[in-house]
């Protein structure tokens, strides 16, 4: 199996964007600082292995999250 290039451009990017109730972040400021410390930090491609991870491998998400926090030094 290879991966095949969307030269057509049939799949839109992966362009994730936390979203956040204002009361929330109020409440739990410690929410987005965490999140501010993953600006530009996650690839296109290795949030697509996480998902595989999690889905297509059933893998713990917490797990997952953890492995990569842990290789970013996050």
């Known amino acids: 199996m290879v991966a095949?290039?969307?030269?057509?451009?049939y799949f839109p990017p992966y362009e994730a964007?936390?979203?956040v109730r204002r009361a929330t972040l109020d409440?739990?400021?410690?929410?987005?600082?965490?999140?501010s410390?993953?600006?530009g930090k996650i690839t296109e491609d290795e949030?697509?292995?996480?998902?595989?991870?999690?889905d297509g491998g059933h893998r713990d998400p917490a797990e997952v999250v953890r492995e990569f926090r842990k290789a970013k030094n996050l």
């Open 27 to 35: 409440n739990h400021p410690e929410a987005g600082v965490a999140l």
């Open 37 to 39: 410390q993953l600006t």
């Open 17 to 19: 964007v936390p979203l």
């Open 47 to 54: 949030m697509r292995r996480m998902n595989y991870a999690v």
């Open 4 to 9: 095949l290039e969307d030269d057509r451009r």
